[in-house]
């Protein structure tokens, strides 16, 4: 086996020149990096969906906002967390706008960027979940954790107000 260590070194600096070279010459394929979340990531966002997630995100378009998404799929649930951020010209004009989801349910959530308000959301018959919608400077962000599972044993109620709490420190705190 040591016999074969340079015969490996060598090989794989070849296959390291080839990918490089590839590059260069304009082939993307094996030069792209997947996308990934500027505000969490997968692994803080798989620790608070109660294990490994997906995730997708969406660049922000002329006038839209970013997003991310990752996605818990178990055998009969599906826990989502998403993050949307917008950069908005009258963000605290934005901000009671999209705040108008919540209802009178909502409640200011301290130390959590500028003006963050908590609800509930997608509280359907087989789904429930929480929200977050705050702003920090001109970045309006929204946070959602819902589970489609009603009693799910690891998003309780009480759980789902803990980790999107978690999740909202993490994303404003990435924005500052």
């Not at 962000?141 to 599972?149: E, G, K, N, R, S």
Request: with cysteine; proline share 3%; net charge neutral.
């Amino acid at each position: 086996m040591a016999d074969n260590v340079p015969d490996l070194k060598k090989a794989s600096q070849r296959i390291g020149r080839i990918a490089l070279g590839l590059c260069l010459i304009g082939l993307p394929t094996p030069c792209r990096a997947a996308s990934t979340c500027a505000w969490i990531n997968e692994a803080t966002a798989s620790g608070l969906l109660g294990g490994e997630a997906a995730s997708e995100v969406t660049e922000a378009a002329s006038g839209q906002s970013a997003a991310c998404t990752f996605t818990r799929q178990g055998d009969r649930f599906r826990r989502i967390l998403r993050v949307t951020v917008e950069i908005a010209g009258d963000p605290h004009a934005r901000l009671g706008l999209i705040a108008q989801t919540c209802g009178a349910d909502a409640a200011a959530l301290r130390a959590i960027g500028n003006e963050a308000l908590i609800c509930a959301a997608n509280e359907q018959k087989n789904q429930m979940g929480e929200r977050v919608v705050g702003r920090v400077r001109d970045q309006v962000f929204t946070i959602t954790i819902d589970t489609t599972l009603k009693n799910d044993p690891v998003l309780t109620r009480d759980e789902l107000k803990a980790r999107i709490y978690t999740a909202a420190e993490q994303v404003s705190g990435n924005l500052f």
